[in-house]
């Protein structure tokens, strides 16, 4: 099993850009979510999914979206990316039906102009 | 409110225990977690407590949950320079639900 993987590593987008940061998994986990990561605090949930065809916000929903179209794949979508959501991302899935035990990926380093 | 505080910064020496302190102020957290994040990786989940439990121990990690003062420890016995990473504690209010993260400890080793 490669576990949690995401793509890209690193990027870079300027101002009013949108983009798609890719996350899977090959644990046939039900629960999966995106975090950011900011200097001086922990993660912050930005949204989850419970099982495919669901999805809901988190505690930092604001200028992304998400979608679960299937089991294994859960990106994340900036619209138009603003220097705010410079930030470390990370996906995440649970061998659980919920947030116990999570598996990180990880993470994509993203840098807004 | 939620809310998860810890200490950024602790350096210890190969060999001697380190201890990593969390407060939070939810009396109504019912799982407590250590995460261990290491340079330019996702958080690795190393133990949790239920709060209905004082203490649990794995191996050289001792976890220490005082409910009443609303204060986890997560001690290393014998650290070594790869347990050098950042550590986070997080919190839920029941089994399953979404977890609260504190700022995270930046745990330095030096031989």
């Known amino acids: 099993n490669a576990g949690v993987t995401q793509t890209p590593k690193f990027q870079v987008l300027k101002t009013g850009q949108s983009m798609t940061l890719q996350c899977a998994q090959d644990?046939?986990?039900?629960?999966m979510s995106w975090y950011r990561q900011d200097p001086g605090m922990g993660l912050r949930l930005i949204h989850y999914s419970v099982g495919a065809g669901i999805t809901d916000q988190g505690e930092v929903p604001n200028g992304y979206n998400v979608s679960r179209s299937t089991t294994e794949d859960f990106p994340l979508r900036l619209l138009s990316a603003a220097p705010s959501q410079t930030s470390v991302y990370f996906c995440?899935?649970?061998?659980?039906?919920?947030?116990?035990?999570?598996?990180f990926g990880p993470g994509t380093r993203l840098t807004v102009t | 409110g939620e809310d998860v505080e810890q200490s950024l910064f602790l350096s210890v020496r190969e060999g001697d225990s380190s201890v990593i302190n969390c407060t939070y102020t939810d009396s109504s957290s019912t799982y407590l977690y250590w995460y261990k994040q290491e340079p330019g990786a996702g958080l690795q989940l190393l133990t949790y407590?239920?709060?209905?439990?004082d203490m649990k121990q794995d191996q050289r990690l001792t976890v220490l949950l005082n409910k009443k003062d609303k204060h986890l420890s997560l001690r290393i016995a014998d650290t070594q320079t790869g347990d050098s990473a950042i550590y986070f504690c997080?919190?839920?209010?029941?089994?399953?639900?979404?977890?609260?993260f504190g700022q995270g400890t930046e745990l330095s080793v030096k031989p």
């Open positions: 644990m046939n986990h039900e629960y």
């Open positions: 995440a899935s649970s061998e659980t039906s919920s947030f116990h035990e999570q598996y």
């Open positions: 407590i239920f709060s209905n439990m």
């Open positions: 997080a919190e839920s209010k029941r089994q399953g639900g979404k977890l609260i």
